[in-house]
């Protein structure tokens, strides 16, 4: 009892520090996550960061960090802005639609981090270009990449786990989660585009005309588009290849610096955002806690108790538990603790768990989705939010929390009606 009750007391502690933004988060994370290894929550301490800590993310957050800060010399986001810019026709709202949908459709075939990590430093090029508030357009790829993940079964790790623990094939994700996605994408930005009406009002025709954006090529913009060429070709066959993403980050970045910058490589390593990592380090720890000593399965098998036998009952639990969760803790642990409780539902009540389809669909869609709830609901939130702030632009944790809660929300409603009216 004195683990759990450590480690929930430590988790809302350093919650309550990170909302409040009285102490740096990393600070606040690191310390939590030591307090945690000081007192013997762990079993095994000497496990703790091979059980719990997903260094897969680590890396590849490292390691793309090195090619975004590679490929920034290189003007490839600027010319690619300048692109979106001309075909939007100066709207702002049409080029936010086109970003949302690019980071949609790519972040279901390729992590969402990376997604993010080339899209953010491009709309930022743009914004500082033409001079419009980046916020809302980072706020959409951030949603757009957690709900377009959600669509494939190589989307979202959560995804990943379900298929593997169901036996569900890649199609198998496509025809149930990728209609529904498409309709939660499409919701969303139509919300997002009245929420930011105002500033999304802007209309930057005159200057395309006048010829302000011109397109400048060379031989360093076509040896960046090269590398981002073989990086996402390698990212979208890296299970065929049986090659880890974060072995592709860390090779693409460092050869990166090596074909771009050779002369700059401490330059390079200092743009790499070891707050950040440190901080995804910590919070690995803190929710592995919450792991170690129950807490998550005893939330699971408190969702299948309140369900009363009643599939349909436990259907709409799975999503809104799963989504308000995966806003607070890791959805990977909370995900493969649910998997062997929905494994065991038939032998619960047979008659009314006969069919667990419906439920893996409801937790795919629940931990994936709920992700959009806080500003560390998902690894891509974290990673863009940081580079918005190196930019001059801060979002804070409750400005983030009242529109991505809204849109957790729209994406649960329509995620339970699916639901219940498809199965």
Known sequence: MYEIIASVAIFFTVYIFIVTERVHRTVAAMIGATALMFMQIFENPHEVYIRYVDFNTIFLLIGMMLFVASMKTTGFFQYVGVKGLKLSGGSLKRL???LTLLVAVISAFIDNVTTVLIFVPMTLAVADAVGFDPTPFILGEIFASNIGGTATLIGDPPNILIGMAAHLSFIDFIINLAPISIAIFVVVDLFLLFVYRKELSQDF???IREGMFQEIRGPKLILGEILLGVTITLFLFQHKLNISGSSIALMMGFLSVLFIEKDKVEDFLKEVDWGTIFF???LFI???ALEETGVLEKIAHFMVAIAAGSAQRLEVILISFSAFLSA????????ATMIPVIESLKNIDPHAFSNLQPFWWALALGACLGGNGTPIGASANVVALQVLRQYGKEVSFRKFVRVGMS?????VVMSV???????
């Open 280 to 282: 995804f380090l910590a």
């Open 205 to 207: 025709s005159s200057l």
């Open 407 to 411: 849109v957790v929300l729209i994406s």
């Open 328 to 335: 607070f803790v890791d959805n990977i642990p909370y995900t």
């Open 286 to 288: 803190i929710t592995g």
């Open 417 to 423: 009606f699916y639901i219940l009216l498809r199965f």
């Open 96 to 98: 936010f639609f086109t």
